[in-house]
């Protein structure tokens, strides 16, 4: 408790530290607490907003396992592939598949996202995008899920549909050398 007054003294001079505004000669804007220049223009700043705190009286001591669990159960995420676009033509040269991910709200501690390829696997992981080497050719489906700890589905992406082209490399046998 003492450390968090301390903090807020801190917080309460700094704000009240006056600010000023440098424009160097390429016109770049500047604002700093210490002038550097004469040029330097001090900038009145509104008042904070502040909202007092919650009394330690209010605030729960622990909360019951059982309405944790309830309020894992309740999490559900928002969730779509951005990249690629649905019914786009990945062309030949192009190799690898980057898959990337919107998310809302953002991933709470022990979930996971799972991306899927045509119902496989592909990667469980907390980042919301990754690369798939050497995608073959043909049209698949991306789809990528949000789960908890415990395996249960937090959230679905719509399935998004890609094309991949690649060559089609034919062994044509050499002509046959025709005689004089």
Avoid: C, W
Avoid at 42 to 52: C, G, S
Avoid at 56 to 76: G, T
């Amino acid at each position: 408790m003492r450390s968090l007054l301390v903090i807020m003294v801190l917080l309460a001079q700094m704000a009240a530290a006056d600010v000023y505004k440098t424009v160097d000669k390429d016109g770049n804007i500047k604002y700093t607490d210490n002038p550097q220049t004469g040029k330097a223009e001090k900038v009145e700043l509104r008042e904070i907003n502040t909202v007092p705190g919650a009394q330690s009286e209010a605030l729960p001591q622990s909360m019951p396992v059982d309405s944790f669990a309830s309020q894992q159960a309740a999490f559900n995420y928002q969730l779509g592939i951005i990249s690629p676009r649905s019914d786009v033509t990945i062309p030949v040269g192009q190799r690898d598949l980057a898959i990337a991910v919107n998310l809302t709200p953002t991933l709470q501690q022990g979930h996971l996202l799972v991306y899927f390829m045509n119902g496989e696997l592909l990667e469980e992981t907390t980042m919301n995008n990754i690369i798939v080497k050497d995608v073959p050719r043909g049209t698949h489906t991306l789809v990528v899920e949000v789960i908890d700890q415990n395996g249960q589905s937090l959230g679905t992406s719509a399935p998004t549909i890609v094309n991949v082209i690649r060559s089609n490399i034919k062994n044509n046998a050499l002509p046959k050398p025709t005689p004089h």
